[in-house]
């Protein structure tokens, strides 16, 4: 079955930098487009990243996305980390119409 477990989220002050991990499962990783989601308290859940180097124009030159299909892995390093960033981020993949979903890690921007 599909599987994917975030790790990495953590307290960081503003301008600091935190890099997101997920590890994929149950799949044929290389031939799925990845995603990063997030979703702050009182929000919408929205897309922040895909493995096609598509990004979010609130993370724009401060996030990147990378994969590394020999490990089954998908990262996200996030840079001049703003407050407005505090979420719990989700690893994603749609498979056959359905999307995926990760249990989420807490990323709290904060001084």
């Known amino acids: 079955q599909v599987q994917l477990v975030e790790s990495g989220g953590g307290l960081v002050q503003p301008g600091g930098s935190l890099r997101l991990s997920c590890a994929a499962s149950g799949f044929t990783f290389s031939r799925y487009v990845m995603s990063w989601y997030r979703q702050a308290p009182g929000k919408e859940r929205e897309y922040v990243a895909l493995?096609?180097?598509t990004y979010a124009d609130s993370v724009k030159g401060r996030f990147t996305i990378s994969r590394d299909n020999a490990k089954n892995t998908v990262s996200l390093q996030m840079n001049s980390l703003k407050p407005e960033d505090t979420a719990v981020y989700y690893c994603?993949?749609?498979?056959?119409?359905?999307?995926?979903w990760g249990q989420g890690t807490q990323v709290t921007v904060s001084s």
């Open positions: 493995t096609t180097s």
């Open positions: 994603s993949v749609l498979i056959g119409g359905r999307r995926y």
